[in-house]
């Protein structure tokens, strides 16, 4: 029974009869990473003025280093 539902969901996923959830083309995500927040805020308003993004925030955090992180 198992390997029937198995090959039965392999199936479905492979006709598109069931979709996965993903995240939209302007999902926010981590663009750039910085040593001081200005940087940051820096970086951030020059993306929105080259048109890359509509809007940002930083955020500071501690992973193998202390960075502010640019989401966009």
Do not use: K
């Amino acid at each position: 029974m198992r390997t029937v539902r198995a090959l039965l969901v392999s199936a479905a996923l492979a006709a598109g009869l069931v979709s996965v959830g993903t995240a939209p083309a302007h999902a926010e995500s981590i663009r750039y990473a910085y040593y001081y927040q200005a940087d940051c805020y820096n970086g951030g308003n020059l993306g929105i003025q080259w048109g890359w993004w509509t809007s940002f925030r930083c955020e500071w955090g501690t992973g193998g280093g202390n960075f502010w992180f640019l989401y966009a």
